[in-house]
């Protein structure tokens, strides 16, 4: 079956710019996360959604950052007001509930 | 909350010979334990996994290893191959939610 989508796959923006980063999660997985990984780093937790409970928000960095999920399947990540430490592959993943993650590709987001 | 810890941060090996890579880990509610490989400018990608109930797991070259009293896991790769050469990220979801914590990831250099 499809795995997960994200659009677009790159994003160059200008420094105090909005950004609207999008995720298709796979079909029927109740569970969503986004990432954020710099480059040659790790996997920075942002945001993650399970079914109709509050999101875990926890790891946003900034209240520029923030994100929406809606009717439990697409997720849209905004970063507002972007610097150009934003620039960064923004990863999202689906899971079912106690297991693995699948992860999209990712958005490379380039800001200058 | 979850504390995943993953050494060696790098790693190089000569083709042929055998590679380890080690995770500790310090919620005791953690009960599945992924490995990610993520090639240069890929998505990670599940390799292997190990759940609580098991010490010891292996697909062909790749193994992995649980000590729950410890709190430890490990990833065996044998006969090592350049195309294992990537990053190597291990990861626990703790049975008390769905909340995926990372280690900091591994560099795995295979040396023709």
């Known amino acids: 079956g499809a795995g997960v989508s994200q659009s677009p796959s790159n994003k160059v923006t200008e420094k105090g710019k909005d950004v609207e980063l999008r995720c298709d999660p796979i079909s029927g997985h109740t569970a969503l996360y986004w990432y954020r990984q710099s480059l040659g780093q790790g996997l920075e937790f942002l945001i993650y959604?399970?079914?109709?409970?509050?999101?875990?928000k926890s790891g946003l960095p900034s209240d520029r950052f923030s994100a929406e999920r809606t009717g439990g399947s697409v997720s849209t990540l905004t970063i507002q007001r972007t610097q150009q430490e934003d620039s960064a592959v923004y990863l999202c993943?689906?899971?079912?509930?106690?297991?693995?993650?699948?992860f999209g590709p990712g958005t490379r987001l380039t800001v200058l | 909350g979850e504390n995943v810890e993953q050494h060696p941060s790098t790693l190089s090996v000569q083709e042929g010979d055998s590679a380890v890579i080690k995770c500790t880990y310090s919620d005791s509610a953690s009960n599945y334990f992924p490995w990610y490989k993520q090639e240069l400018g890929k998505r990670p990608q599940l390799i292997i996994d190990?759940?609580?109930?098991?010490g010891e797991k292996k697909d062909q070259r790749i193994a992995v290893t649980l000590n729950k009293t410890a709190k430890h896991f490990s990833l065996h790769i044998t006969e090592t191959q350049p195309e294992d050469s990537a990053v190597y990220f291990c990861a626990a979801l703790s049975n008390t939610g769905n909340q995926f914590y990372f280690g900091t990831g591994t560099s795995l250099t295979v040396i023709p």
């Open positions: 959604f399970q079914g109709n409970s509050a999101p875990d």
């Open positions: 993943a689906s899971s079912t509930w106690g297991d693995t993650q699948y």
């Open positions: 190990i759940r609580s109930n098991v």
